[in-house]
């Protein structure tokens, strides 16, 4: 399984796809079949219009990333970034933080 990432062009913000579109939390990406993620990563790497420098994460069957991407991947859907913190995001989207452990 996978997980298909980005950052919105208009403005910069990290975005997850799920099912639905594009979303900014993490908690509704959707989990790729390694074909799916291809396809979708294939799809919007040639159209870079409303998102940059998409990629897919690989998961662990418990559903987290793999450890040589699992910091990354925390601070990307936790936060903090400035001005912002995990806490205040998980705060934001009324759930526990995302990747946690």
Do not use: C
Request: charged letters at 25%.
């Amino acid at each position: 399984m996978k997980l298909l990432t980005a950052n919105r062009l208009t403005d910069g913000l990290t975005i997850w796809f799920s099912e639905t579109g594009w979303v900014e939390d993490a908690a509704h990406a959707a989990r790729l079949s390694d074909e799916q993620a291809d396809a979708a990563l294939a799809e919007w790497k040639a159209r870079e219009t409303e998102v940059v420098a998409p990629y897919v994460i690989p998961l662990t069957d418990a559903g987290t990333p793999v450890q040589r991407e699992h910091v990354r991947e925390f601070v990307r859907a936790n936060g903090p970034t400035i001005g912002q913190t995990a806490d205040a995001l998980s705060s934001a989207f009324k759930r526990a933080d995302i990747f946690e452990n």
